[in-house]
């Protein structure tokens, strides 16, 4: 007789480094990568001050570059820190062997930058709080 028992709980540190260990174990063999094809990717911006202007997050996996977030702050946002960031990470990508990136957005925040810098649109999570929906998006790096 199994004495398993099932918990729920918040954020996991122990959880969630299990988790990635098994997904590993099984994605390496299907996608024939390994952990020497991941990497992690940041860029960043800041003034005079030291403080961030804005900044960009983002991993590398087997050829792919996936954006998590890019963020410039409210009075920075018209000086084009954020194509700068964009081609910056894109570029360090390449510089990687990547030749295609991933991001999604949501439609209160900037489908339509990405799009204008060459990601098109590959589907939709609908139900994100206050009626929006998360646009996926593809970009292939030339």
Request: aromatic residues 8%.
């Amino acid at each position: 007789m199994h004495s398993d028992r099932l918990t729920v709980g918040d954020d996991d540190a122990e959880l969630n480094a299990r988790l990635s260990a098994g997904l590993d174990e099984f994605n390496f063999p299907a996608t024939g990568t390994t952990a020497a094809d991941q990497g992690k990717l940041s860029v960043k911006v800041v003034d005079d001050a030291g403080e961030i202007v804005g900044g960009l997050a983002a991993w590398t996996w087997g050829g792919l570059l996936g954006i998590e977030m890019l963020w410039v702050r409210e009075d920075s946002r018209k000086d084009g820190w954020g194509s700068r960031l964009l081609l910056a990470a894109e570029e360090e990508a390449r510089r990687r062997g990547c030749d295609r990136a991933v991001v999604s957005s949501f439609t209160f925040q900037a489908p339509g930058f990405y799009q204008r810098h060459g990601y098109r649109e590959t589907g939709r999570t609908l139900g994100i709080p206050g009626g929006a929906e998360d646009v996926h998006m593809f970009k292939e790096l030339a």
